[in-house]
């Protein structure tokens, strides 16, 4: 149930005219160096004054703001600043809680449930489907951080207002935890692979990889093929790794899937959820690894196919490994 937020209520006035001055100049969505990344160009050092949040990190949030708030483009600026991975590229997976407050009264109004629970990660993107106006305060922020942003009436879709009862253009007040963040690609130590008859892999600046499939028969066995070590864990049968991937038919030479295409990174689960080479090419890897897995039609989808995949089909993975997923809160 909504409730009312303990508020002063001084007229905002003086918020309009520190918030007027307010350029964004943050690092925009398309995969920054986290390293280029500065939070404090793009943050609004007034909200702290304006509004005021308290609790722990991970519950849910108090806040005592000055009202009526209005707000004349959206603003940001971190409570808390977490020190784990860094968001370089809103298509990079996530979870964050998030409560919404109304700027006009203080009024909480809703929130997600704040579990503990960081399985189920998503592309960070979708939240812009409703909250478009968060794309700055989430750039760049890390993993443990607690952000407030204000969302003027442009931040929160007309479909958004409707769904949720919000007012049709007010101010709308964000708490966001940023739970959990994974890269959006493997990073470690280029590894070097005698390839010869092998696919070849490049990749693009996201780290988003090509595959060229030689002129040759496909091998008949599995061939596993560790082209970047991570120095994280080493995956078991039983762990969901979240990773991104893009497979390739050997003969056709073609893509019949990737997660980079589909938008977002995905968990996998090792034990039968996957096929059997799959499976097998994973365990062992080390969480931050890019692996190339080369799957004969007996470990894949045999002589039946599936789908797009024919009979018989040899397959080409590249995984890249960006992290285990935690096992869902009790």
């Given amino acids: 149930m909504p409730r009312l937020m303990p508020v002063r209520k001084t007229p905002a006035i003086l918020s309009v005219l520190a918030l007027s001055t307010l350029a964004l100049a943050g690092c925009t969505v398309g995969g920054a160096d986290a390293a280029s990344c500065d939070r404090?160009?793009?943050?609004?050092?007034?909200?702290?004054?304006l509004i005021q949040v308290t609790g722990e990190v991970d519950a849910v949030p108090s806040v005592d703001m000055y009202?009526?708030?209005?707000?004349?483009?959206?603003?940001?600026v971190d409570v808390e600043e977490g020190d784990g991975e860094v968001i370089t590229s809103l298509d990079q997976a996530g979870v964050l809680d998030m409560t919404l407050f109304d700027g006009e009264t203080g009024e909480q109004l809703i929130g997600t449930a704040y579990s503990g629970d960081t399985s189920g990660a998503?592309?960070?993107?979708?939240?812009?489907?409703?909250?478009?106006?968060?794309?700055?305060?989430?750039?760049?922020a890390s993993?443990?951080?607690?952000?407030?942003?204000?969302?003027?009436?442009?931040?929160v879709t007309e479909e958004a207002r409707t769904g949720y009862g919000f007012s049709e253009d007010g101010t709308i007040v964000a708490v966001v935890d940023v739970r959990k963040v994974y890269?959006?690609?493997?990073?470690?130590?280029?590894?070097?692979?005698d390839g010869f008859g092998l696919p070849s892999v490049v990749r693009d600046v996201d780290?988003?990889?090509?595959?060229?499939?030689?002129?040759?028969a496909a091998p008949d066995d599995l061939v596993v093929?560790?082209?970047?070590?991570?120095?994280?864990?080493?995956?078991?049968?039983?762990?969901?790794?979240?990773?991104?991937?893009?497979?390739?038919?050997?003969?056709?030479?073609?893509?019949f899937d990737s997660s980079w295409e589909n938008g977002s990174p995905v968990a996998l689960t090792l034990d039968g959820g996957v096929i059997e080479g799959f499976s097998q090419g994973l365990v062992g890897q080390k969480v931050g690894s890019q692996v190339m897995i080369v799957i004969p039609s007996d470990l894949g989808y045999g002589d039946e196919g599936q789908g797009t995949i024919p009979g018989g089909a040899t397959l080409v993975f590249v995984v890249d490994i960006l992290g285990v997923e935690d096992a869902p809160a009790q």
Avoid: H
């Fill in 40 to 49: 404090a160009a793009g943050a609004d050092a007034s909200l702290a004054d």
């Fill in 143 to 155: 993993e443990g951080s607690r952000i407030v942003a204000a969302l003027g009436a442009d931040g």
């Fill in 183 to 193: 890269p959006e690609a493997a990073s470690g130590t280029l590894q070097y692979n």
């Fill in 122 to 140: 998503a592309a960070l993107s979708q939240w812009l489907q409703q909250f478009p106006g968060l794309e700055s305060a989430l750039q760049c």
């Fill in 225 to 255: 093929q560790t082209l970047i070590e991570g120095d994280g864990e080493e995956l078991t049968i039983d762990d969901t790794p979240m990773v991104q991937y893009t497979g390739v038919l050997w003969d056709e030479k073609t893509v």
């Fill in 207 to 216: 780290g988003r990889p090509g595959i060229v499939v030689p002129d040759t």
């Fill in 67 to 76: 009202t009526p708030l209005e707000v004349p483009s959206d603003a940001y």
